[in-house]
C-alpha cells in the first residue's frame, strides 16, 4: 500500500508570496494529480504528470519518480488560492489512487 | 457542457433507512468511482468500475452497494449495514491514461449525508 505524506499540512501565506507543498510517497507509481479542494467541498483536478514538470498560469508541478517525491508551487499566490490542496499517486498499473489528507492554504490580503 | 453530477448535494436520514446517492457523467468515461471524505483524513475509495456491468470493491466497501448498467451512470447505496455513514460523498470519472493508469479526475460537487 502507498504511504503518502504531504507537508505542510497547514499554511498561512501573504498574498504575493511563493508557496511550496510538498509530496511523498512509498510505492514506485504510474502518474500523480494534484487536486484542489474548495471550503464548499468540490474538488478540481489541477495536474497529472508522471515526470517532469508541467505550468498552468501561476501553478507549477514538479515530480521526482526516483526520489518518490512531487511538489506543488504556486507564484504570486492570491486569496482564491485559499484551498486545500491533495496529492494522489497512481500506482503502476493500478487505476486506484491514494489520496494525501492535505494541505489547507490560506492567503491573507 | 461536459461534466459530473451528484445529487442530492444534503441528505438526511434515519437510522436502519437505505438511502441511494445519484452520480452521473456526460463526458464518455469509461470509469467512475466512489470516495468518502472524512474530516481530517484523505479520501478513501468505496467502489470503482472501469466499465459497464463491472465493479470492484475499494477499501472501506462494506455497507455500500453500486451498480454500472449504464455507461453514465453510476449509483451508490448507502445500506443500513455500513455503521458510520454520516460523511461526505464525492463521486468521480476519469478517461484511461495510456499507460493503464488514471487519466484526468473529475469530481462531482459531493454529497453530504447525515444520519439522525
Known amino acids: 500500500k502507498n504511504e503518502v505524506e504531504q507537508s505542510p499540512q497547514n499554511l498561512t501565506a501573504q498574498e504575493g508570496e511563493f508557496i511550496t507543498i510538498n509530496c511523498s510517497y512509498s510505492v514506485g507509481i504510474s502518474a500523480l494529480h494534484w487536486l484542489q479542494q474548495h471550503p464548499g467541498g468540490g474538488i478540481v483536478s489541477l495536474f497529472m504528470l508522471s515526470s517532469g514538470k508541467k505550468k498552468h498560469g501561476r501553478l507549477i508541478a514538479t515530480i521526482n519518480i526516483q526520489e518518490k517525491h512531487s511538489s506543488l508551487h504556486i507564484t504570486a499566490s492570491h486569496p482564491r488560492d485559499s484551498a486545500v490542496y491533495i496529492c494522489?499517486?497512481?500506482?503502476?498499473?493500478?487505476?486506484?489512487?491514494?489520496f494525501g489528507k492535505g494541505t489547507k492554504l490560506s492567503v491573507i490580503p | 457542457d461536459g461534466g459530473i453530477t451528484q445529487s442530492p448535494k444534503y441528505l438526511f436520514r434515519k437510522e436502519g433507512q437505505n438511502v441511494t446517492l445519484s452520480c452521473e457523467q456526460n463526458l464518455n468515461h469509461d470509469a467512475m468511482y466512489w470516495y468518502r471524505q472524512d474530516p481530517g483524513q484523505g479520501l478513501r475509495l468505496i467502489y470503482y468500475s472501469q466499465i459497464v456491468n463491472d465493479f470492484q470493491k475499494g477499501d472501506i466497501a462494506e455497507g455500500y452497494s453500486v451498480s454500472r448498467e449504464k455507461k453514465e451512470s453510476f449509483p451508490l447505496t448507502v445500506t443500513s449495514a455500513q455503521k458510520n455513514p454520516t460523511a461526505f460523498y464525492l463521486c468521480?470519472?476519469?478517461?484511461?491514461?495510456?499507460?493503464?493508469?488514471?487519466?484526468?479526475?473529475?469530481f462531482g460537487e459531493g454529497s453530504r449525508l447525515t444520519v439522525l
Open positions: 494522489a499517486p497512481s500506482g503502476a498499473g493500478s487505476y486506484q489512487l491514494t
Open positions: 468521480a470519472s476519469s478517461s484511461r491514461g495510456s499507460g493503464g493508469y488514471t487519466g484526468e479526475l473529475f
